[in-house]
């Protein structure tokens, strides 16, 4: 049994209940019969930049009209931020309101202990009916839903796969239904249908988690003209070339790697590990400027239709709650689970502890509790939104690593709620570097250690490690690594010590790696 393994086992001797369900203590809702439903509706990499809501060069070019009768409705964080900027590992510390090494999925190729408490099974207990549709992405099987059909691993945009919770769970083996359609569309009839069918005396989760907008940005026919003819603005930074530009500490992935999948994919399509919409394509002979620009401009066209089929569907899962008349009584979220580079820096995909990247848009709605067209810019993490969501429905959460921010919704922040967040990613890849950092209302230090320590979904490959440092109020799009900038010195001596204060109090301290603490020795 390797480290890791016994550190989970460790979380799991400290947490024998996990959340106090508050069954003897009844609230106030659930005295009066009305504890709210929650509509949670998730997507994949669907960033902040192609909302509308946040500005950027995309933002009058966005399909965004039920993302913004939410943001009207409800209120935009406007600040919020994943721990961990991956897919899996930001739905488990979305679940249990942990970091990584706290729930022990730090990687894709990690899995969630089946008995650590989660928003859903705290519900569950509660007394809620819960389901879960669409994209789950954890190789456990889901726990504390009532119901669920969720796609095999990440699902297929075209006539997916989806396992149902009366099947016996697959683990490796890929088997269930296929339904014919486009996956964006049939999680939200699925989502739907099960809400029509719940008791009305009985509260609901409904977890609808969308596979948009991740690779390959798909969309179905009704949207593959929209867009035709327009040439996109691109970021001020999209010929930024490499660390040698802005003195940034690793090297990314960019929009040329997306090119070259294009190409292979476009040679064998059934080869490849996803179908790519309108291929063939190729930048060969091209210009390295007008090669990057061609690509963008594509990537840019797929990704905002398959972003549209995604604010369609959410127009349909609010007009089915108010053809329900439970809109008034029903919490609805959209967020997505972290953000995603659109040719900033040349880069596309996430992982870094950049903005685009770590930045997680989020909207939320709800009529009784929390006021209409407001933004929050207090400083929020995704091991929040549990917390916030249980306090809500009157139900408690221990043990979680978060804090509910639901009284900064209502206008209340606390005087003590966080001024500034702690980040790690612990997949160690050469162009994209294990690291953690630090990250107040300003500015940003981030650490690059560099090291594979005991995690999967790794590679060999020699780093010396590094710090970058970003004055967010006078370089915004992160343009330039001020870390050996005299002025700054002060800044970020101070930082380097919050950052080890922070690393503590959650628990990150990596005491059994003998190579981590030479590293912190030697850099710190």
């Known amino acids: 049994m390797n480290l890791k393994s016994l550190s989970v086992l460790n979380v799991l001797t400290l947490l024998p209940v996990g959340y106090i369900a508050a069954q003897q203590q009844q609230s106030a809702a659930e005295s009066s019969g009305q504890r709210p439903n929650i509509l949670f509706i998730l997507s994949d990499d669907h960033t902040s930049q192609a909302w509308g809501i946040y500005g950027g060069v995309l933002a009058d070019y966005a399909k965004n009209d039920n993302i913004k009768r939410l943001a009207s409705e409800g209120v935009v964080l406007d600040n919020c931020f994943c721990t961990n900027s991956i897919s899996a590992p930001s739905r488990a510390s979305i679940l249990t309101g942990m970091y990584s090494h706290r729930n022990g999925l730090y990687t894709l190729n990690d899995s969630l202990a089946t008995s650590i408490p989660t928003l859903a099974t705290a519900l569950q207990q509660a007394g809620y009916h819960t389901g879960l549709v669409g994209k789950w992405h954890i190789q456990s099987q889901p726990q504390g839903f009532d119901y669920y059909s969720v796609f095999y691993d990440q699902g297929e945009y075209r006539d997916p796969v989806f396992i149902d919770s009366k099947d016996p769970w697959p683990g490796n083996r890929r088997f269930g239904e296929k339904i014919l359609g486009f996956s964006t569309d049939l999680v939200t009839e699925k989502a739907i249908k099960w809400m029509k069918e719940q008791d009305k ?187 916030t969501l249980a306090q809500f429905v009157g139900v408690e959460m221990t043990n979680v690593q978060g804090r509910s921010f639901a009284d900064n919704l209502c206008g209340n922040t606390p005087k003590d709620w966080r001024k500034e967040i702690y980040y790690r990613y612990w997949t160690n890849h050469a162009i994209r570097p294990a690291h953690f950092g630090i990250r107040s209302d300003r500015y940003k230090l981030i650490f690059y250690y560099g090291r594979n320590l005991d995690m999967t979904d790794t590679e060999d490959f020699s780093f010396v490690p590094c710090w970058d440092f970003y004055d967010l109020q006078k370089d915004p799009k992160e343009n330039h690594n001020a870390y050996n900038d005299r002025e700054y010195a002060p800044i970020i001596k101070q930082m380097k010590q919050d950052l080890l204060r922070l690393r503590k109090e959650f628990g990150d301290t990596d005491e059994k790696y003998p190579e981590m603490r030479q590293i912190m020795e030697t850099y710190f």
């Open 201 to 387: 005396d009985t509260p609901f989760l409904m977890c609808c988690h969308f596979k948009a907008t991740h690779e390959p940005y798909d969309f179905p026919i009704r949207m593959e003209h929209l867009y035709d003819g327009v040439t996109f603005p691109e970021p001020e930074n999209l010929l930024d070339w490499g660390p040698e530009t802005n003195g940034r500490s690793f090297v990314g992935q960019t929009v040329e790697e997306l090119a070259r999948r294009w190409e292979i994919a476009s040679k064998g399509p059934d080869k490849w590990w996803c179908r790519y919409p309108e291929l063939p394509f190729s930048i060969k002979g091209l210009h390295k400027t007008a090669a990057r620009k061609a690509a963008y401009q594509k990537f840019i066209r797929d990704y905002l239709r398959c972003g549209a089929t995604v604010d369609d569907n959410i127009g349909k899962l609010l007009k089915a709650l108010d053809e329900m008349g439970i809109a008034d009584n029903t919490i609805v979220v959209y967020v997505s689970d972290q953000g995603y580079f659109l040719g900033e820096h040349g880069f596309f995909d996430k992982r870094m502890f950049y903005e685009e990247s770590a930045r997680m848009s989020f909207v939320i709605r709800y009529p009784k509790k929390i006021p209409a067209g407001k933004r929050l810019k207090d400083l929020v993490l995704n091991i929040d939104f549990a917390p």
